[in-house]
């Protein structure tokens, strides 16, 4: 049992063992010892909301195969920490990119594989525009997410006036609308570039189809072990166009990649 006297709940080491295998199996999370007050403060909310008394028969709904309620479980233990243009330097590196792709015609294809709440998403579109000086640039993004609960933020697209403090002034009156209420709705030429879906990146098939010009996936691979990460990184590969760009966070690295991809710049990858 962890001890605690300001618990409500009992919460065993049993109880967080499961938790751990439940979510790394699921969804490739690896949570380290330690993680003990974290899950039982994100997953005692789920516990008063079902008016269950126990961890235990929180499990035990979860093991007998409430499938909406193991989405809430997976959703409570997500980490889902994202900003408007986060690690700054990775967006002229991608407007650089589309730039020198778009002599080729068509269109520019980019995957934010770990959208969260939307901003890293709308900051791609955002560059995208600026990249053509367009509101209708030819590019196209899909942005995904584990967590359903985030994506549904993203894809409607109203953020508080805090989210957006930080952008530039001439940003906020490019690319949004201010509402009545207060809040900033992002502009519908920009809501037409990008296309939100769930997916998990250690199912074994991804509803996404390549070849993308970049792919964005940032602060994801801390919360993997190592042999997931290679995995993960593995699909990646042939899903980039051969001058494709793989942006990871800046506590990433792919050393233990090195055979499938090259740095090319701060946090910056191509194909190797």
């Known amino acids: 049992?962890?001890?605690?006297?300001?618990?409500?709940?009992?919460?065993?080491?049993?109880?967080?063992?499961?938790?751990?295998?439940?979510?790394?199996?699921?969804?490739?999370?690896?949570?380290?010892?330690?993680?003990?007050?974290?899950?039982?403060?994100?997953?005692?909310?789920?516990?008063?909301?079902?008016?269950?008394?126990?961890?235990?028969?929180?499990?035990?709904?979860?093991?007998?195969?409430?499938?909406?309620?193991?989405e809430l479980f997976t959703n409570s233990l997500t980490t889902n920490l994202t900003s408007f243009f986060r690690e700054a330097h990775h967006f002229p590196a991608l407007i650089d990119q589309l730039r020198a792709q778009r002599e080729r015609g068509g269109t520019l294809q980019l995957w934010c594989s770990a959208s969260s709440t939307g901003e890293e998403a709308w900051s791609m579109a955002i560059s995208a525009c600026e990249a053509f000086d367009s509101l209708t640039p030819p590019v196209q993004i899909v942005a995904t997410d584990l967590d359903t609960n985030v994506l549904e933020t993203g894809r409607t697209g109203l953020y508080s006036a805090d989210d957006v403090e930080k952008l530039d002034p001439a940003r906020v009156r490019r690319f949004f609308i201010r509402q009545p209420d207060g809040r900033y709705q992002v502009r519908s030429e920009l809501k037409a570039l990008v296309t939100f879906r769930q997916l998990n990146l250690i199912a074994p098939s991804w509803n996404v189809r390549g070849p993308f010009d970049a792919i964005f996936c940032r602060n994801v691979m801390i919360y993997f072990d190592k042999p997931t990460q290679a995995r993960i990184l593995q699909r990646f590969a042939p899903l980039l166009k051969p001058d494709g760009l793989l942006f990871v966070g800046h506590s990433e690295n792919l050393y233990h990649s090195a055979e499938l991809f090259k740095l090319r710049g701060k946090t910056i990858y191509q194909l190797a």
């Open 1 to 70: 049992m962890f001890a605690s006297p300001s618990r409500e709940f009992p919460f065993t080491t049993q109880d967080f063992d499961k938790i751990r295998k439940l979510i790394y199996d699921y969804a490739g999370i690896a949570l380290a010892p330690g993680k003990e007050d974290m899950v039982y403060g994100r997953l005692a909310r789920r516990l008063r909301a079902l008016g269950l008394n126990s961890f235990g028969d929180y499990l035990h709904r979860i093991e007998a195969g409430d499938t909406r309620e193991f």
